[in-house]
């Protein structure tokens, strides 16, 4: 080995020692994080009073570190905030009059490049630098809006109509009463060392009635309100959709999508719509070989109304739909059994499906912003470089052998998990 190869390794090694060691530390003391944001309207002019708030998840350790800060934009828009990053964070904007915009953030890699040593401590070395638009409210009308409705999913070589009115399958499969879409779904049995299923390879959509369809459209990013205020007329409406499965086989309409569809057509004599129903499915599509779901699903009532803005405190759904969706379901008939040795075998099943939910309904109350969090588990868990390579088999799991499972809480090794009980324990106060 020449002088200059093994200058080379040795450089290599310092260099992989340092990452690692700037890693551990960021891990433990955080880095000061800059924000600078510009905040518009969707003309570009800048909005004054902002509120706006930036948090990021800090470990238990760091208990008295300044993790947040909350500041609001001046005139011309601008506001900037500080606070010590450990990991991933999120910021907040929000005024009246406007809908909310949130942003999920991450620390800048690698860090070798992008954290400096300040005075007292670590910091980022450029700020994160950002304009984020803020849609005003217009004009939201009641609309029957549908969150995460559980339905059994069609099985292979059969498709079922959709009232998407009432979320409810036709008869004989289910209660509905207008034949709004049809859904088939594309089936592959799979195994592993365990188990035999059936894989979701693809959901097909289509709409029988002429004039009927439905537009793949782009979501406006980060906002609360990301669809267009209006259904865009001009533009096609596809009479048949074929969604292909995310890596994971589960979700089948993209996160960054949504669909707009018009449904129940009457067209004249001269082939132009005199009615028509709208409305729009947001992502995601949670669908297997047992169930069905849409995550919301919005039905204008009102025929020929475009407007695709929902009041979410005039939600016309009907109580005893919203009631009879919740969270655990009020079976299974087992647990009214009288054969006590059947009931005990079956006991951690049934508890899970009979103990009450502690929270409410699904769909049934508002929630405030302040109450939604979503936690990236595959990226905070999985992914993260500074924490143990995944331990599961690809021969044994195939595709699922580097994905969060969610079994993977009380099947592998605490180490694997450590962080996640460390977030449990401090997001629940259970110390």
């Given at each position: ?396 799991f195939g595709d699922l052998a580097d994905r969060w499972l969610h079994s993977d809480i009380k099947d592998l090794p605490f180490p694997y998990g450590r962080l996640l009980f460390k977030n449990l324990i401090q997001q629940g106060d259970l110390r």
């Amino acid at each position: 080995m020449t002088r200059l190869s093994l200058l080379f390794l040795v450089g290599l090694f310092t260099h992989a020692v340092l990452a690692e060691t700037l890693a551990m530390a960021l891990m433990r003391d955080g880095a000061i994080a800059t924000i600078q944001l510009h905040v518009v309207d969707e003309q570009g002019r800048p909005i004054e009073d902002v509120e706006a708030h930036l948090g990021f998840w800090k470990p238990a350790s760091a208990l008295f570190a300044l993790n947040r800060d909350s500041g609001t934009t001046d005139e011309e828009g601008n506001v900037q905030l500080s606070a010590r990053c450990f990991t991933d964070g999120d910021y907040i904007l929000r005024k009246d009059g406007y809908y909310p915009t949130q942003r999920h953030i991450r620390t800048p890699t690698p860090y070798h490049e992008t954290i400096e040593e300040g005075f007292f401590s670590y910091r980022w070395r450029d700020p994160y630098v950002k304009t984020e638009v803020l849609r005003d409210i217009r004009n939201p009308c009641p609309m029957k809006a549908y969150s995460c409705v559980i339905l059994k999913s069609p099985p292979k070589g059969e498709t079922w109509g959709l009232d998407l009115e009432l979320m409810e399958w036709l008869p004989p499969n289910g209660n509905g009463k207008h034949l709004d879409m049809l859904v088939s779904l594309e089936l592959e049995p799979r195994q592993n060392r365990q188990d035999k299923w059936e894989e979701v390879m693809a959901v097909n959509l289509s709409f029988p009635n002429p004039m009927d369809g439905v537009q793949l459209c782009d979501k406006i990013e980060e906002s609360d309100f990301y669809s267009t205020y209006q259904v865009d007329l001009t533009r096609p409406f596809e009479t048949q959709l074929r969604l292909v499965g995310s890596e994971d086989r589960y979700h089948f309409l993209p996160y960054k999508q949504y669909l707009v569809f018009r449904v129940r057509s009457v067209v004249s004599e001269s082939g132009e719509i005199v009615s028509a129903h709208y409305g729009k499915i947001y992502p995601t599509t949670n669908i297997t070989s047992e169930e069905f779901s849409f995550r919301t699903v919005y039905f204008n009532p009102v025929p020929n109304d475009t407007n695709l803005e929902f009041d979410p405190e005039r939600n016309l759904a009907p109580d005893e739909t919203l009631r009879t969706n919740p969270l655990f379901l009020h079976n299974p008939p087992l647990i009214l059994g009288a054969d006590a040795s059947v009931i005990l075998a079956q006991r951690d099943q049934l508890l899970a499906q009979g103990i009450p939910a502690l929270s409410q309904a699904t769909g049934r109350f508002k929630l405030t912003q302040e109450q939604i969090e979503n936690v990236d588990f595959q990226s905070k868990y999985v992914n993260n470089e500074n924490l143990l390579p995944w331990p599961r088999k690809q021969d044994e799991f195939g595709d699922l052998a580097d994905r969060w499972l969610h079994s993977d809480i009380k099947d592998l090794p605490f180490p694997y998990g450590r962080l996640l009980f460390k977030n449990l324990i401090q997001q629940g106060d259970l110390r």
